[in-house]
């Protein structure tokens, strides 16, 4: 029998096969006799695995040689202690506050730096991006911070802004938790990128760093030192014990998007191609629809997160919960909004198939000629 199609935002579906060769792998990898979880992080069968998966991640999302790629943990959130600690020196910060998850970034940074808001979208409900024409830039920030895909609010950037030829010197750190992995990434307008591994990747406890080699070695006294991205660096990311079960399912999953192919596009150029062909699909419906909306800036909405609302839910919400129990019954799992927004949301990942959103288009058709 077929699995059903899971929405969720985060943990969220991923590749059966992956699931499948991590289970088939689970009780001896290759011939070792020790499941990955048993294995010690210094021994040369699982520092093979980390490597190969570091490799292949540089290879996918084209990194640099002169940005250095870490595996970390504490996910988003202690990156938004850890990104200041090590990069503010201090000084100020810009933020531009875009949905829940840069609000956060740029309240826990107010703790050791001075975090200035360059731009928000708080006044539109967080539907649409400001321009970045209009940001006010600090002359010598030690970075500005922008969320590149807002899970919640279900923004994104689908072209990451040129500081410089806005005339700022600093570099740009991007939260990539719920879109790495869907599309290239222009490294000459990046300084750092973050994010958790929950969504797009793999199982949660692993968090990807990917820091410009110059921007090392800055942090505050008060750093602790596993969160000091140098000495991970220098420690190769086992200053302390890795989370390796997550490094080694996170490392199938980009040994799967390798293989993936959609006519000549390949790896994350294929990602994208799907990822653009289900978002369409899905917003698609929803525009056509006289019964649901989505209340984001056509420009601006996200290819990975769609929140999606009825005009008429209905005395508590009825309607809502008739369309959740129903979407159940199909095999079409975890559609509940966030509780800060509520409504519905599908979240579309690399490994939601074209079918599964196709599938939520025929249920949501149904409803509403049947039940709305
Ligand atoms: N940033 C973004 C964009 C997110 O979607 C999330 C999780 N939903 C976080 C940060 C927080 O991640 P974590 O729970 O792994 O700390």
């Not at 985060?10 to 499941?35: F, N, Y």
């Not at 973050?194 to 990807?208: R, V």
Request: hydrophobic share 40%.
């Amino acid at each position: 029998m077929s699995r059903p199609y899971n929405f969720s935002a985060g943990p969220a579906t991923m590749p059966e096969e992956v699931l499948a060769q991590a289970a088939a792998e689970m009780l001896d990898w290759h011939g070792s006799g020790m499941s990955v979880m048993e294995m010690s992080h210094r021994g040369k069968a699982f520092m093979s695995i980390c490597a190969q998966a570091e490799a292949d991640l540089r290879e996918l999302l084209a990194v640099p040689e002169h940005f250095r790629i870490l595996f970390m943990q504490g996910g988003g959130l202690a990156e938004n202690a850890i990104v200041p600690m090590n990069l503010s020196r201090g000084g100020t910060v810009d933020f531009v506050v875009t949905g829940a998850w840069s609000q956060k970034s740029h309240q826990e940074a107010q703790k050791y730096c001075h975090a200035q808001l360059a731009a928000s979208s708080a006044d539109s409900g967080f539907t649409t991006l400001p321009d970045p024409a209009s940001w006010r830039l600090s002359r010598g920030a030690s970075y500005l911070h922008l969320c590149s895909n807002e899970t919640i609010h279900g923004v994104e950037f689908h072209e990451l802004p040129d500081l410089r030829a806005l005339g700022s010197d600093a570099p740009l750190v991007i939260d990539f938790s719920s879109h790495v992995l869907s599309r290239p990434i222009d490294w000459q307008r990046v300084g750092l990128a973050f994010g958790g591994a929950q969504k797009n990747i793999g199982p949660a406890g692993l968090t990807l760093v990917i820091v410009r080699e110059d921007l090392l070695g800055h942090a505050l006294a008060i750093c602790p030192s596993a969160f000091d991205y140098r000495t991970v660096a220098d420690n190769g990311s086992m200053f302390n014990t890795p989370p390796t079960y997550a490094i080694y399912v996170a490392g199938l999953t980009f040994q799967w998007i390798q293989r993936q192919r959609e006519g000549d596009a390949r790896g994350v150029a294929a990602m994208e191609q799907r990822a653009i062909a289900r978002s369409q699909l899905l917003y698609d419906a929803i525009d056509r629809s006289e019964v649901f909306y989505n209340p984001v800036d056509r420009a601006h909405r996200s290819r990975m997160n769609v929140p999606f609302f009825l005009r008429e839910p209905g005395p508590d919400g009825a309607a809502y919960a008739r369309f959740l129990a129903g979407a159940e019954a199909r095999g079409l799992l975890q559609l509940k909004g966030h509780k800060s927004v509520g409504g519905l949301r599908a979240s579309l990942y690399n490994a939601m198939p074209l079918a599964g959103v196709q599938a939520l288009v025929d249920w949501m058709r149904e409803f509403e000629r049947t039940q709305a």
